[in-house]
Structure formats: C-alpha cells, structure tokens
C-alpha cells in the first residue's frame, strides 16, 4: 500500500518570504500523480499543484512550484512570494496511474502561518 | 459553475443514533468520493462511486456505515449506529473521469 509522510506539522514564513514544505511518499509503482492540496480554515480543500511522475519537468503554478525527485521519493512545495492568504493546511497526496485505482491517499498535513 | 455541495454542515449526536450526509457533486462528474478527515490527520477514502456503482469500499466499516447513489448523480452516507471514533470532518468530492477531485466544504460530525 501507498504512504505518504509529511514530517513538518507545522510551518511558519514571514510574508513575502519564501517556504518549503516537505512531502515523502512511498510506492512500487512507476507511474502515478502527486497533488498539493491547501485546506483554509473552515473553508473546503482546493488544488494547489498536480505532477505526473513520468513527467521530468516541475510543475509550477503561479508562485507555487515542486522539487519532484522520482528516486528520493520527494515531492516538496516551494511558495514564493507568500501572502496572508497562503495560510492553510497543505496536504501532500498520491494517486496511482491505475485506471481502477482513483482514491487520494494524503499525509497528515502541514498548517502554513504566515506572519506579517 | 456551482461547486460540490454538502449537507448539513455541522452535526451534533449521541453515541448509537444514527445520522445520514448528503452530497451534490458538480454537474457531469460520474465520479463521486467520500473522505473521512479525524482532526489532525489527512482525509482517508470511505468509498468511491462510478456513476451508481462501487469502485472502492475496502475502507468503508460497513457493519455501521453505508452508502449510495441511487440515480448516478447525489449521494447520501448513513452510520448506525456511531460511535464517538465517527467524529469527523466528511468530504465529499467528485471528478469528471480520472480528472482533478474538487471537494464540497464538509459535515463536521461531533459524537458524544
């Protein structure tokens, strides 16, 4: 089974600065997707960031962008630029390629607080 | 476009009742989700949906939960009796096929 670790409970950035969170996963599979996901308080949980694993290339969206190491099994989000509005929980997910396979299996979340 | 939409929001029960969410997802998404989210721990899958039929419920503690969707489109997810380890955030999230899941804001369930 798939696992994915986030060791950081908890992060702290002062705004405009930039921060990274950490992600780990493990899998036997060659091909699958990796997400980041931000939770707000009390608000539902949207899509950050999405990166196929046959991809080389990071994915970058805006002032988010992964480090994605295929063979670490990493898979980090960088913010750039952070404002007040990136304060959440980020949750690291994967998914496999599989086509039966659909389900999101997360980490345990990493609260972001940024300080103005 | 309206996004996935859950009900109610909050819940408050005592251990043994029952209690029944229920979710829209957004229109022409055949794929439905159910997600467990225990407070400081990532959200686990419950059960998945393709259209009216089960893909996925090998996490689903079916002595007390159930779940359907009847007619492809809502759904509704039912626990009887609960127990005070139900407490929880339940998201509800559909995708078009195998894309993107977007997710409904949640039913925050308290047992007491």
């Known amino acids: 089974a798939q696992t994915v670790t986030q060791s950081q409970p908890e992060m702290s950035v002062q705004e405009a600065e930039t921060v990274t969170l950490s992600c780990t996963y493990d899998?036997?599979?060659?091909?699958?997707?990796l997400f980041w996901y931000k939770q707000p308080p009390s608000r539902q949980m949207i899509l950050v960031i999405r990166?196929?694993?046959?991809?080389?290339q990071n994915a970058t969206e805006n002032r988010f962008s992964v480090n994605f190491q295929k063979a670490a099994k990493s898979f980090s989000l960088k913010i750039s630029d952070s404002q007040l509005g990136d304060a959440a929980m980020y949750f690291c997910a994967y998914r496999s390629a599989d086509t039966g396979a659909q389900k999101l299996v997360f980490g345990q979340g990493t609260r972001l607080t940024i300080n103005p | 476009e309206a996004g996935v939409a859950q009900s109610p929001r909050y819940k408050i029960i005592e251990k043994r009742q029952s209690v029944a969410f229920w979710c829209n997802p957004i229109s022409g998404h055949a794929t439905l989700y159910w997600y467990q989210q225990i407070l400081g721990q990532g959200p686990k899958l419950l059960i998945q949906f393709q259209n009216n039929g089960v893909v996925d419920d090998s996490q689903l503690p079916k002595d007390r939960f159930s779940a359907e969707r009847l007619k492809g489109v809502d759904s509704t997810l039912k626990i009887q009796p609960a127990k005070l380890e139900d407490s929880a955030v339940y998201l509800c999230?559909?995708?078009f096929g195998r894309g993107t899941q977007y997710f409904g804001p949640g039913t925050r369930l308290l047992v007491l």
């Open positions: 999230a559909s995708s």
């Open positions: 899998t036997s599979e060659s091909d699958y997707y």
């Open positions: 990166q196929e694993a046959y991809k080389q």
